[in-house]
């Protein structure tokens, strides 16, 4: 039987704006530039800015970035394989109960995954990390099963006429052709999770959750907006980055 590659429109790739992988990271930096930030909130009388923060707004930029790109791994890790697992033929009232799974993930609130995380994983990167995976599963759990089911049986029936094992059907035809769909879904995922990770500085995990919680401790709406905006700018420059590198999908 024939199926049409038709995924949902929810789990198609972007449009390709090449446009913002220099504009974002472009505003990204120069905010970083020692000073910067500073100078431009001061007008705003939202609080009290230093020139200089320590630790250096360029390190906690770089430890948010950390936790994020290795959060996005361990959900590829994990997330890939559920998907292959449940799209296999006969394994459909597993597909459900996957997707019910990784479901919860977002409806537990993020606060209370890593509060229930802390007594076993202590404090800092440990249940960070354990609440952006559990977060950021479910996209790419439910694009790459919405890819994977949605690939052409017209060029599973040619590989099978080829003569090619279960395996190699995999890895040559199916992923190959469900990609742009399962990296939309990573995309998705990491955008989530740049969000997500200004949660850990709570735990002391670092990153730019630090000035919104000193802002917010403080009542210093600066510092609330300067994590805020440094937050944003790197989403949109990550968001950008992927945008290039996904493969168109069939126009």
């Known amino acids: 039987m024939t199926r049409s590659l038709s ?18 990271p ?29 630790p250096p707004l360029w390190r906690l930029t770089l430890v948010h970035l950390g936790l994020v790109l290795l959060s996005t791994v361990l959900v590829v890790l994990i997330g890939l394989p559920i998907a292959v697992a449940v799209t296999r033929p006969a394994r459909a009232a597993l597909r459900s109960l996957a997707e019910t799974l990784v479901g919860l993930g977002q409806t537990v609130p993020t606060f209370a995954i890593l509060a229930l995380a802390v007594p076993a994983l202590g404090f800092g990167w440990k249940p960070t990390l354990l609440g952006l995976v559990v977060y950021g599963l479910v996209p790419v759990v439910s694009n790459a099963v919405a890819g994977l089911q949605n690939v052409d049986g017209g060029a ?8 090619m094992t279960t395996a190699q059907r995999l890895w040559r035809v199916e992923l190959p052709l469900a990609l742009p769909v399962i990296l939309a879904g990573v ?17 002391g995990a670092g990153g730019l959750g630090e000035p919104i919680i000193n802002g917010l ?8 907006l300067v994590g805020a905006l440094l937050a944003a700018l790197l989403a949109l420059s990550l968001d950008a980055a992927l945008g290039l590198i996904a493969p168109r999908d069939a126009d």
């Open 7 to 24: 995924p949902p429109a929810h789990a198609r790739p972007g449009p390709r704006r090449p446009w913002g992988a220099l504009l974002w």
């Open 26 to 54: 472009a505003l990204l930096g120069l905010c970083l530039w020692p000073g910067v930030l500073p100078a431009l909130l001061r007008p705003l009388n939202l609080g009290e800015v230093g020139p200089a923060f320590d």
């Open 156 to 163: 599973l029936d040619a590989a099978r006429g080829m003569g």
């Open 187 to 203: 995309r998705t995922s990491t955008v989530y999770n740049v969000g997500t990770a200004t949660v850990g500085a709570a735990l």
């Open 217 to 224: 401790s403080q009542q210093n709406t600066a510092l609330v």
